[in-house]
């Protein structure tokens, strides 16, 4: 049980410390991580496989 309580503690700290600029900053959010959105990867030509397979 006690291995359990400390498993659960370091994944909720780790959790809070990931979310941090999230939780505690006014208009804070996830940094958008998607090929389409990345001007540089547009302009290399580089897309989503994913994009690819739906709109093929």
Partial sequence: MMT???TLAIV???V???GVKIFFVRGGRFPNTHIHDNAEMRKRGIT???DKE???
């Fill in 54 to 56: 739906f709109y093929n």
């Fill in 48 to 50: 989503c496989a994913r």
């Fill in 4 to 6: 359990l309580l400390l």
């Fill in 12 to 14: 909720g700290v780790a």
């Fill in 16 to 18: 809070l410390l990931l």
